[in-house]
């Protein structure tokens, strides 16, 4: 369970608000109701009470499957994955592909200065006329 809580707050029964703001598993309201009214429903239906949103008031929570944490965590986690880590720098170098010897040996030790940084590093190489 550590996951899910990384992922989505708090899921399943211990839910610190009185008033919460529901939404089924088909993503429809069901408007805000008290936390005992959502538990019984949870039960009901055999689904898990997950936190989207907290900062809100009140607290929006949805019914969901367990098939359904596991692909929103899926979904989450490419999301992640593309979106740039905020500690690596990219850096971009282009010249042309008529470029002197001195210049391209000059710009690959900056390449590879930047390497060493481990800076993610993006090479275009213009067609000279």
């Known amino acids: ?5 990384a992922a989505f707050g708090s899921v399943g029964r211990r839910i610190p608000y009185r008033i919460l ?3 089924n598993q088909d993503g429809e309201s069901l408007g805000n109701m008290h936390r ?25 929570y949805r019914l969901m499957t367990g098939q359904q ?19 690596v720098v990219q850096k971009e170098l282009s010249f042309s592909s008529a470029i002197a010897k001195n210049d391209l040996e000059t710009k690959t030790k900056q390449i590879a200065q ?7 590093v993006k090479v275009t190489i213009r067609q000279a006329k």
Do not use: T, Y
């Not at 239906?45 to 907290?54: A, N, S, Y």
């Not at 944490?69 to 500690?87: D, N, T, V």
């Open 1 to 5: 369970q550590p996951k899910s809580k």
């Open 21 to 23: 703001h529901v939404i």
């Open 36 to 60: 005992a009214e959502a538990l019984r429903l949870m039960d009901q239906h055999g689904l898990k009470l997950v936190l989207l949103r907290e900062n809100v008031e009140p607290p929006v």
């Open 69 to 87: 944490i596991h692909e929103e965590q899926l979904k989450r986690a490419e999301k992640k994955k593309a979106s740039p880590k905020p500690g």
């Open 114 to 120: 930047w390497i060493e940084k481990r800076h993610h």
